[in-house]
């Protein structure tokens, strides 16, 4: 395995904590894209990361990559910390690994993940609640009709 291989496997082992421990042995069983396409979209878009990280930091490549990862988040039931904890983590990998080389100014490219995701994950959120307030007013409007109905 190459240290990107480790470095990705290891990321996503940390990226899945957020999870309760039945969902987390079944992401990490499960590689195939059907029997489990978060877990498959989590490892590519993990490593599509990584090889931004090591490399030019396409802001394009990095937004596309974290699109899967924020968008599924943003829709669960977990606070933003632990919605976008896994960006930071990846330092963590990466002192772990004594991979440091690998990675130019890691601090400093591990920040504009962060900035990335969170920037993200705010326009994600602000988008579930326009449409959960279109739901309402639609829901609203038909009241009167529904009550005629019944």
Same mark, same amino acid.
């Given at each position: 395995?190459?240290?990107?291989?480790? &470095?990705?496997?290891?990321?996503? @082992?940390?990226? +899945?904590?957020?999870?309760?421990?039945?969902? %987390?042995?079944?992401?990490?069983?499960?590689?195939?894209?059907?029997?489990?396409?978060?877990?498959?979209?989590? %490892?590519?878009?993990?490593?599509?990361?990584?090889k931004e990280m090591a490399g030019e930091m396409? &802001?394009?490549? +990095?937004?596309?990559?974290l699109d899967g990862i924020v968008r599924l988040?943003?829709?669960?039931?977990?606070?933003?910390?632990?919605?976008?904890?896994?960006?930071?983590?990846?330092?963590?990998? +990466?002192?772990?690994?004594?991979?440091?080389?690998?990675?130019?100014?890691?601090?400093?490219? &591990?920040? @504009?993940?962060?900035?990335?995701?969170?920037?993200?994950?705010?326009?994600?959120?602000?988008? +579930?609640a326009q449409v959960r307030s279109r739901a309402?007013? %639609?829901?609203?409007?038909?009241?009167?009709?529904? %009550?005629?109905?019944?």
């Amino acid at each position: 395995m190459s240290s990107f291989d480790s &470095i990705i496997e290891a990321w996503f @082992l940390k990226a +899945i904590e957020i999870y309760p421990q039945s969902v %987390r042995d079944g992401m990490t069983r499960m590689t195939d894209r059907f029997r489990s396409p978060a877990a498959f979209s989590l %490892r590519e878009s993990l490593a599509m990361l990584v090889k931004e990280m090591a490399g030019e930091m396409k &802001i394009d490549a +990095i937004t596309a990559a974290l699109d899967g990862i924020v968008r599924l988040r943003a829709v669960q039931e977990y606070t933003p910390e632990a919605a976008l904890a896994f960006a930071p983590r990846l330092g963590d990998v +990466i002192r772990e690994q004594h991979a440091e080389a690998l990675f130019p100014n890691v601090e400093q490219r &591990i920040c @504009l993940l962060v900035d990335c995701a969170l920037e993200q994950y705010a326009a994600c959120r602000k988008e +579930i609640a326009q449409v959960r307030s279109r739901a309402e007013w %639609r829901l609203q409007a038909l009241e009167p009709w529904m %009550r005629q109905v019944q």
